[in-house]
């Protein structure tokens, strides 16, 4: 089993940053892909953001130039950096990790909680 903890989240004004960070533990050989996704009221889940264990990235259109993802491989850790916020990115933010158990398992899609990002003046 394995488990991501996300943290971060809360309340910021307009032209604000957050930092969110999401840690992932228990069975885990190897971690391919981690990323961020949001989900707005009445909306579905999206991609914000996502990193391959080798470092390449991928934003979506909405977030490019003001979030940046990064990753610690050895503390399996993936960090998003969001500035200049606006009221249209406030969802809840979910880590995502495609995780291999072990040598010959497939990868498997694993979720955090959610972490609450409120824009507001």
């Known amino acids: 089993q394995v488990q991501l903890v996300e943290s971060g989240g809360g309340l910021v004004q307009p032209g604000g940053s957050l930092r969110l960070s999401c840690t992932a533990s228990?069975?885990?050989?190897?971690?391919?892909?981690m990323g961020w996704y949001r989900q707005a009221p009445g909306k579905q889940r999206e991609l914000v953001a996502d990193?391959?264990?080798?470092?390449?990235?991928n934003y979506a259109d909405s977030v490019k130039g003001r979030f940046t993802i990064s990753r610690d491989n050895v503390k399996n850790t993936v960090y998003l950096q969001m500035n200049s916020l606006k009221p249209g990115d406030a969802a809840v933010y979910y880590c995502?990790?495609?995780?291999?158990?072990?040598?010959?398992?497939?990868?498997?899609?694993?979720w955090g909680q959610g972490t609450q990002v409120t824009v507001s003046s």
């Open positions: 228990g069975r885990i050989f190897s971690i391919n892909v």
């Open positions: 995502n990790a495609k995780v291999r158990s072990n040598y010959a398992s497939p990868s498997r899609d694993y």
């Open positions: 990193i391959t264990s080798g470092g390449s990235t």
